[in-house]
């Protein structure tokens, strides 16, 4: 038996599983302080406690000519709090080994907490400080700019990283999506001590606030615990992103780059997640680009012509915007016919839809794989808060896989008409094009 049977009979029995599976996570709202929005499961398999917060924080609230505010301050977290300068902070956190991140995105800043449960109470209270008294100390701030800008150095030599960035600059225009979470060396340059106070005032608060917990506690200890972290910030909410007031730059864009395998960064304006067409987009999605080597773009680009080692799909959905995009790397010679064989695939796409065939796997993958995702208090805490953020219900854990069930060959045509017209794509070439016969913009 081949590796992909292997698989396919591994999803098939998880496709089974999941209807037990979804009634065996129970999701309790919790009340907790005003503005923050808690999911639990309880769970004493192992005495572990997870904890995923999102923060209203993220690069979408940069102030213009400080991008990677946002990035900064969420690097910075964990860099000493109260009374604990960095050192003093870490040790504590690894005296009890306990694990804290925080990781910035367009929307929010994630946090999360990983610690054993007799821990918990400790982790928690480091937590709280960590966010309501924050220290942003010079020498702290001196080490994270250090890193971040060297990190923007290394990243102006990749291909995959140049063609992300410069297409979300195309895409989202003068919007504050289009800069990078992390920002540029210039903006990182001109971050003080004071805007990092500032904005921590402003976003680490509690207004808008979810959080997700999973592991060995119990719904009346948790409520303490949410106390100590969060009850000492602001209840305050910052005021809401602009909305996008336009989307793509239809066209081929070039970012000069001394490569001999260019990547192309292709999009198209998305869909909400909260539009009734998202399940059927999704699992379009996975037909067209998504699905890996049972993709009809893999199929068509890599399988047949040979012009790549993989090409991949996604649907991204932000508060403000939804962006279809996909990314794929060839040789400089062979960028034309990529680009030339997605425009025909999506064309293809567009006319005739799904077989019955790429419907059916496309459902039986989804719906058997969606366990995988809460193999751990971990995996729960972070899926459960990643459906907080696009504001689904506590019970869409148990509907999911019913709806992607619904999803028939009219919904299928129907969104891939609304989403997947090859002629509005925004095309971005990190590296070039040999054989450049159609015309080509360079990339600001």
Known sequence: MNVRKILASCVIALAAFAPQFARAVDVKVVPAAKGVEVWFVEDHTVPVVTMSASIPAGSVYDPRGKEGLAAMAAALMDE????????????ALGNKAIQLSASPSRDYTVVRVVTLAENAKEAFQLLGLAIARPRFDPDAIQRIRAQMIESIKQEEQDPPTVAGKAFSRLFFANHPY??????????????????????????????????????????????????????????????????????????????????????????????????????????????????????????????KRG?????????????????????????????????????????????????????????????????????????????????????????????????????????????????????????????GITDAKAPAKSAP
Do not use: C
């Open 307 to 431: 012009l790549t080692y993989g090409i991949d799909t996604d649907l991204n959905t932000y508060s403000k915007a939804g962006v279809f995009v996909g990314q794929v790397a060839t040789k400089k010679e062979s960028v034309k016919q990529t680009i030339d064989v997605i425009r025909q695939v999506m064309s293809n796409f567009v006319d005739k839809g799904a077989s019955t065939a790429e419907l059916t796997d496309a459902k039986t993958y989804l719906t058997g794989s969606f366990p995988l995702a809460f193999d751990s208090n971990t995996g729960i805490a972070a899926q459960l808060n990643a459906f907080q953020r696009v504001g689904l219900a506590p019970d869409y854990i148990v509907k999911r896989n019913d709806m992607i069930e619904a999803v028939t060959h009219d919904d299928i045509k129907r969104v891939a008409k609304r989403l997947f017209n090859p002629a509005k794509m925004t095309i971005v070439v990190a590296g």
């Open 178 to 303: 289009a800069h990078p979470v992390g920002g540029d060396i210039d903006t990182l340059s001109a971050i003080t001590q004071n805007d990092l106070r500032q904005f921590a005032h402003a976003h680490w608060v509690r207004g808008g606030m979810k959080v997700a917990v999973s592991g060995d506690i119990d719904e009346a200890t948790l409520k303490t615990l949410l106390g100590a972290a969060f009850d000492a910030l602001p209840a305050t909410r910052p005021a809401p992103p602009p909305n996008v007031a336009r989307l793509g730059a239809p066209g081929v864009h070039v970012v000069p780059m001394p490569v001999p395998q260019p990547t192309i960064e292709f999009g198209l304006p998305g869909i909400l997640r909260a539009d009734k067409d998202f399940i059927p987009a999704y699992v379009a999605n996975y037909i067209l680009g998504g699905g890996g080597f049972s993709s009809q773009l893999m199929k068509e680009v890599r399988e």
């Open 80 to 91: 000493g709090a109260g009374k604990m300068n960095s050192d003093a902070y870490h040790t």
